[in-house]
């Protein structure tokens, strides 16, 4: 039993094949969609690289960038195949092709569907990067005067304030670290002798944060040092200060920023497979209505198009065995069970090709 | 005497008529393209209006976008005629249309050209618009209690952070300010009393600048407060140090900002002004066929081949067919003024 078989008069095909044509340019314009898609994340991602400890969150672009490409070159294929569907000279060129066409085709829509739930699986991976990386980013914030750190001060101050963010976690980050370094600090004032021996690494510790955390929306000029002691500034109030600096962290904005752009793509991305999927099954229709149509003794006339041969399961056994078959090929096995697996084969193929009309 | 009279056979005609057909359409995508960068550049002045005293360069922006308007208008009925031109049925009813559209296209790509060269001449407005815009900001800036000025806070921290700026003309501008707010000053501290005493008006002066002024690009950790007293950081020169905070003022940001901004508009406003006088060049062509036509109107074989001419009469002749009807209707008023006093002085 054919599944979801209709029926197609000749000028159904007709316009079957030109609606199939309009859509797989439209396809097309959706795998440069994708593709420009990916590429805008990957220069976002690249652009707070230094920020990230690996980059295992790329494996999203990348797969959106390739995905793009060959969803192009897939559905310009079809394109081609539609133009020659109504011609009974040129169509039977196609057959194999096309087999190929719709693996590649269905490879596509599952890739599409792997992105969408990779963005989402991949946030953990992504924050515990930029935990590391920022931690980092803060604790070399004073090195700038080492080779390969010496831009990590440039890049903080700009990510806190771009991001509107302070610190890791908060901007209490930057209080277990020394950011303020060695070489502008008068290690013969007093102030700076008691904060070293304060603690046991000798560093010089403070209750201050970099200007960068700064929050301009705040009414009075910011206060960076001696935070946490209500005492040191005129009507300032510790706890329950809240414009002073930007409360959130760092890795709190960045995950948030990124996960907004992979949402905010999910609908374009679940779109462009609904087209490609749509292309699939006309693609498929159109297929066997024309080589119906061809195989028949009035290629004009009316015939049957239908998206399997037999039902599912009996179509999933003998793609099954036919695969085997092909794969069996390749070994060296005793020739009775070569020949007798090669027989099978050339079976479970001529059955498949009975229905499916030879081509002429 | 005729101006340049040419002879036109049928296929040249057709030939005449399709190339102007497209140049017309070009000039319409133009003419778009230069309405877009009109509301592009009035955008980017809007933005920046709470430090601009006044919008008299508003007026670049808002002529493009007069212009580009008119120019989609025009060269889309440009295209209507030369759509018609071949027909030698539908083309006189453009006849009557056809001297006022060369008026005002003439009219509009000199307006064109005008923009341009506005937009060089205002810059001296624009600086003096920015001066005074940036010093009532620095000045109100610590009046984030006052309603109406509660914002000049946010905007000039925003705008020195962007455009990594500090001050006026530069950072010595915040040394003459009181931008500490009398809210936050302890004012039982003698610190805060000598402060005030040391100037005639008692304003809580300091040789800081707010955070907004600091170089993220710096090695060192910003310095904002005693910027002129070096003991009071250690390996500290205030004469010598460079990368602290913004040395640049915000009126020279903004004001290299905007005339980047209108150099890069103005390259593809003359590049829409070339292609604007090309089509009227061949609305003259169109001219051509006019007259080519008319010959043909009236006789059974339209594919002959026909004589045009640029001008019918002469130019000078042709120049006082054009103003008459302008100069009469200026001048309405003063004939009858002119009957009136004629017999006086009669």
């Not at chain 1, 399961?313 to 069996?328: C, N, S, W």
Request: net charge neutral; hydrophobic share 40%.
């Amino acid at each position: 039993m054919t599944l979801l078989k209709m029926k197609f008069n000749q000028q159904r095909r007709v316009r079957l094949a030109q609606g199939l044509w309009l859509m797989s340019w439209l396809a097309v314009t959706g795998g440069a969609f994708i593709f420009c898609l990916g590429v805008y994340l990957k220069t976002e991602l690249l652009r707070r690289d230094e920020v990230m400890e690996n980059a295992e969150i790329h494996v999203v672009p990348n797969i959106l960038m390739m995905v793009g490409l060959a969803s192009m070159g897939t559905n310009w294929v079809a394109s081609r195949v539609c133009q020659d569907s109504l011609d009974v000279s040129r169509f039977p060129r196609w057959k194999v092709p096309l087999l190929a066409w719709f693996a590649m085709a269905a490879l596509l829509c599952c890739l599409l569907l792997t992105v969408v739930v990779l963005s989402y699986a991949l946030q953990g991976s992504l924050e515990d990067s930029l935990k590391v990386g920022l931690r980092n980013g803060i604790r070399f914030y004073k090195d700038t005067d080492v080779p390969g750190r010496c831009f990590q001060k440039e890049t903080i101050d700009r990510l806190q304030m771009e991001f509107r963010c302070c610190g890791n976690n908060n901007f209490k980050d930057w209080f277990e670290v020394q950011w303020v370094s060695s070489r502008y600090l008068d290690f013969t004032s007093q102030e700076v002798k008691d904060r070293i021996r304060s603690n046991v690494d000798g560093r010089y510790l403070l209750d201050g944060v970099p200007f960068s955390c700064c929050n301009p929306a705040s009414p009075r000029p910011c206060l960076q040092n001696h935070l946490t002691d209500s005492r040191a500034h005129y009507n300032y109030e510790y706890q329950s200060e809240e414009l002073n600096l930007y409360s959130r962290g760092c890795r709190q904005a960045l995950t948030d920023y990124y996960m907004g752009l992979m949402n905010s793509t999910g609908p374009g991305v679940l779109s462009v497979i609904m087209i490609q999927m749509s292309v699939l099954l006309s693609m498929r229709y159109l297929q066997t209505a024309v080589e119906a149509a061809i195989a028949s003794e009035n290629p004009e006339g009316e015939s049957e198009g239908y998206l399997l041969d037999k039902g599912v399961k009996e179509t999933y056994q003998d793609v099954r065995a036919k695969v085997l078959g092909l794969l069996k090929f390749g070994q060296v096995d005793p020739s009775e069970d070569a020949s007798g697996a090669a027989e099978g084969a050339k079976t479970a193929d001529t059955e498949k090709a009975a229905t499916p009309t030879p081509a002429s | 005497m005729a101006v340049m009279k040419m002879k036109f056979p049928f296929q040249k005609r057709v030939k005449l008529a399709q190339g102007l057909w497209l140049l017309s359409w070009c000039a319409t995508v133009a003419g778009a393209t230069t309405f877009t960068l009109g509301c592009l550049l009035k955008t980017e002045l809007h933005r920046r209006a709470e430090v601009m005293d006044n919008t008299d360069i508003h007026i670049v922006p808002n002529t493009l976008m007069i212009v580009g308007l008119a120019s989609l208008g025009i060269n889309y009925f440009a295209s209507k005629i030369c759509q018609d031109a071949l027909d030698a049925g539908r083309f006189p009813r453009w006849k009557n249309f056809l001297k006022p559209y060369f008026a005002i296209s003439c009219f509009f790509t000199v307006l064109m050209l005008l923009t341009v060269i506005m937009s060089y001449a205002m810059t001296g407005s624009l600086e003096s618009s920015l001066k005074v815009g940036l010093r009532n900001g620095i000045r109100f800036y610590k009046d984030t209690d006052t309603p109406g000025r509660c914002f000049q806070k946010q905007n000039i921290d925003r705008l020195q952070m962007e455009f990594q700026c500090c001050g006026n003309n530069d950072f010595r501008d915040w040394f003459e300010v009181q931008w500490i707010s009398n809210r936050y000053l302890d004012f039982s501290s003698k610190e805060v009393k000598d402060r005030i005493k040391s100037n005639v008006d008692g304003r809580f002066l300091v040789d800081g600048v707010p955070f907004s002024c600091c170089n993220p690009s710096s090695p060192r950790p910003c310095i904002q407060y005693q910027l002129t007293n070096n003991s009071a950081h250690y390996n500290y020169d205030y004469q010598t140090e460079e990368l602290n905070i913004y040395l640049r003022g915000c009126r020279e940001a903004l004001v290299n900002y905007y005339m980047g901004l209108m150099n890069t508009i103005g390259a593809g406003v003359l590049s829409v002004f070339l292609l604007q006088v090309h089509t009227v060049l061949t609305a003259i062509h169109l001219r051509f066929l006019q007259t080519a036509m008319e010959a043909v109107a009236g006789n059974e074989n339209t594919e002959i081949e026909t004589e045009g001419y640029l001008l019918e009469k002469g130019v000078k002749e042709t120049i006082m067919e054009y103003l008459d009807p302008v100069l009469k209707f200026l001048l309405l008023k003063n004939q009858v003024q002119e009957g009136e006093t004629a017999p006086v002085t009669a």
